[in-house]
């Protein structure tokens, strides 16, 4: 367990339902509605104008009869009552919720309502860490009140839990009203129980786990709730007869090292008893960039060229436009294509020189398209730029060959 002395204070928020509540906003008159997100933009609502009052009503997409082979990116808790999560196959969803509200994802609100919550926190607290879209660690160590000098000073013991509480509130607040949006925190002495904690009292929670609290509000989880133990992992612990988080805290460590192996067995043991020492990055450089897409139906290279090339196109310019937009360039292009017999296969390119040029993309990506058989109908295509450089240490690209954008042919 950490240690009790320690005043080390690291929070977790998570955004609730990030993408649901975002949509909720648009749409408010689905608030209390069960809502999964995740169709195509065949689903986008109708709206309907009454010729006599000029009253503009909106008819919303159900799940009932839905065929195809989308995906739920979220759903709003009065959607998840009903057994629904993300990563749930839309057809399954429709089966456990058939009138549910079924609505199009909208990836560019998405990440602007992010860049504005983050924004809020930072206005509190600067050691923040970005995790994705609708998470991010924040280190709240001797973080001042509102209106306190800030870092001036590090409170011990209960003090300084007190002190996080009141920051943690105050971040809340100002993400509510920079954004509309509820979120939910957990204050912890690390990371790995801030992220397990944030779960917990969801949603709008405000989450403080102590060590002392860590046998009994951790414990009783399901081992799988620990970020770091997948899929695989937990049903091997769990053919094992290791279920919950308490039950792996009570695992010889030696044993354990002998199942996984010394490195994950070890950091298994350490992760039961809530160890974990790495700090908050306020920066690090990615690894890659990419886009993808699941088809709602099985594409054929030959019959769907076109709808083929302009999706391959649109996910060309999207990776173009997230490098540009974070200022990075690419080395390395990318292609993945799943077919129709879950096949997965994938092909990559390495430049002359660095770009975020789209056309250039696509011609890269073109080229790896062409070092594949299109011999079976295809269910995902995705496109992803790697080795990537800052663009100002870029070397200057080299001129462009004209050609022809390559097709599905």
């Excluded at 608030?31 to 997100?37: D, L, M, N």
């Excluded at 609100?109 to 998470?135: C, P, Q």
Aim: hydrophobic share 45%; aromatic share 6%.
């Amino acid at each position: 367990m950490a240690a009790a002395d320690s005043l080390r204070l690291i929070a977790h928020l998570d955004m609730d339902a990030f993408y649901a509540s975002v949509e909720l906003l648009r749409y408010p008159e689905l608030r209390g509605q069960p809502v999964v997100i995740g169709g195509g933009r065949r689903h986008q609502p109708e709206e309907i104008r009454d010729p006599a009052t000029g009253a503009i009503t909106r008819r919303f997409a159900t799940l009932r009869g839905y065929v195809g082979r989308g995906v739920a990116t979220t759903a709003t808790y009065e959607a998840r009552a009903f057994g629904v999560h993300s990563a749930m196959g839309l057809m399954k969803a429709a089966a456990l919720a058939p009138d549910a509200i079924l609505l199009p994802t909208d990836f560019d609100a998405y990440r602007r309502y992010s860049r504005m919550f983050k924004a809020a926190v930072r206005t509190l607290a600067d050691v923040v860490e970005d995790r994705g879209i609708d998470e991010i660690y924040i280190d709240l160590t001797g973080v001042a009140r509102p209106g306190e000098a800030h870092r001036v000073r590090e409170p011990a013991g209960d003090d300084a839990w007190d002190q996080a509480r009141d920051v943690a509130v105050a971040i809340k607040r100002a993400v509510r009203i920079a954004t509309g949006l509820s979120c939910s925190i957990a204050v912890a002495p690390n990371k790995l129980l801030a992220k397990i904690a944030s779960e917990l009292d969801k949603p709008d929670g405000l989450t403080l786990l102590r060590p002392a609290d860590v046998q009994r509000r951790i414990w009783p989880l399901p081992a799988r709730k620990v970020n770091g133990i997948g899929p695989k992992a937990s049903a091997k612990l769990e053919a094992l007869g290791i279920r919950t988080i308490g039950d792996l805290a009570g695992a010889d460590p030696l044993w354990l090292k002998q199942q996984f192996g010394p490195r994950y067995g070890a950091w298994l043991a350490d992760a039961a008893h809530g160890r974990d020492d790495r700090a908050v990055v306020t920066f690090s450089e990615p690894v890659s960039m990419s886009r993808e897409t699941t088809f709602e139906r099985d594409l054929h290279a030959r019959r769907d060229r076109d709808a083929l090339s302009a999706i391959f196109t649109e996910l060309c310019a999207d990776v173009a436009a997230d490098l540009q937009r974070k200022r990075y360039v690419a080395r390395t292009i990318g292609l993945k294509l799943r077919f129709d017999n879950f096949k997965t296969v994938t092909r990559d390119l390495t430049l002359a020189s660095p770009t975020q040029d789209a056309s250039a993309i696509r011609r890269a990506a073109g080229a790896c398209l062409k070092r594949v058989p299109l011999e079976r109908r295809i269910r995902l295509l995705g496109v992803r730029a790697s080795a990537l450089v800052p663009e100002d240490a870029a070397p200057e690209p080299a001129p462009l060959a004209s050609a022809a954008l390559p097709l599905f042919d």
